[in-house]
């Protein structure tokens, strides 16, 4: 199957930013996706990138994608205490018989400290 | 705008208990799936459907059952629940082309004692 891979934890301090990596097999991805999960509730959609696509910034967000490598990572600027959640890395493939699956990593433990 | 609606959100069943989750789209939505969410992990998928009267298998099916008879509704049986399916579980739809954004629901959390 295929594979995503995060690191489990990242630790900053307020007002620096923050820089959460993932890896992918899947060479045919279409998108790949960061969504946010906050403790107790569901998965919240950050932003998305197109695998034609080497970046991607939407506020204090910012999304690098290597393809050559498969790599893919999120930077926050600014982090703040409200961005502590975990963070799901995850690809989307559209080919044969997978019809728009979702490939998640095992998400990474942001901790903002004040 | 309701979005993807999941219930019931928290339920403790007994071993051997069956019981269904329930999952509603109202955003006209051919595509839907069942996600598990064990602790620590990403999300797996169980079962899919591309449409309504079409079904089919994920990674993690066994246990499960599922049923698509209308677009809207798309709900997931748990036969004879066993402590293994202790996990959080999440609905998730899309319009069912590719670049299309997967909408989730809020989850159902689920101990099987």
């Known amino acids: 199957g295929e594979d995503v891979e995060q690191s489990l934890f990242l630790s900053v301090r307020e007002g620096d930013s923050s820089v959460i990596n993932c890896t992918y097999t899947d060479s045919s991805s279409t998108y790949l996706y960061w969504y946010k999960q906050e403790p107790g509730a569901g998965l919240q959609l950050l932003t998305y990138?197109?695998?034609?696509?080497d970046m991607k910034q939407d506020q204090r967000l910012t999304v690098l994608l290597n393809k050559k490598d498969k790599h893919l990572s999120l930077r926050i600027a600014d982090t703040q205490t409200g961005d502590s959640a975990i963070y799901f890395c995850?690809?989307?493939?559209?080919?044969?018989?997978?019809?728009?699956?979702?490939?998640f990593g095992r998400g990474t433990q942001l901790t903002v400290w004040p | 705008n309701a979005g993807v609606t999941q219930t019931p959100k928290f339920r403790i069943l007994k071993i051997g208990q069956s019981m269904t989750l329930q999952c509603a789209q109202d955003m006209n939505h051919n595509y839907m799936y069942w996600y598990r969410q064990d602790p620590g992990m990403g999300l797996k998928l169980i079962y899919y459907s591309v449409g309504a009267g079409i079904t089919d298998k994920g990674e993690v099916p066994n246990g499960y059952n599922v049923s698509r008879s209308t677009t809207e509704d798309f709900p997931l049986r748990l036969e004879l629940a066993a402590p293994s399916q202790t996990s959080v579980y999440f609905c998730a739809s899309n319009l069912g082309e590719s670049g299309n954004t997967i909408y989730f629901g809020e989850g159902s959390w689920l101990t099987v004692v």
């Open positions: 990138i197109f695998s034609n696509m």
């Open positions: 995850a690809e989307s493939i559209w080919r044969g018989s997978t019809l728009g699956r979702l490939y």
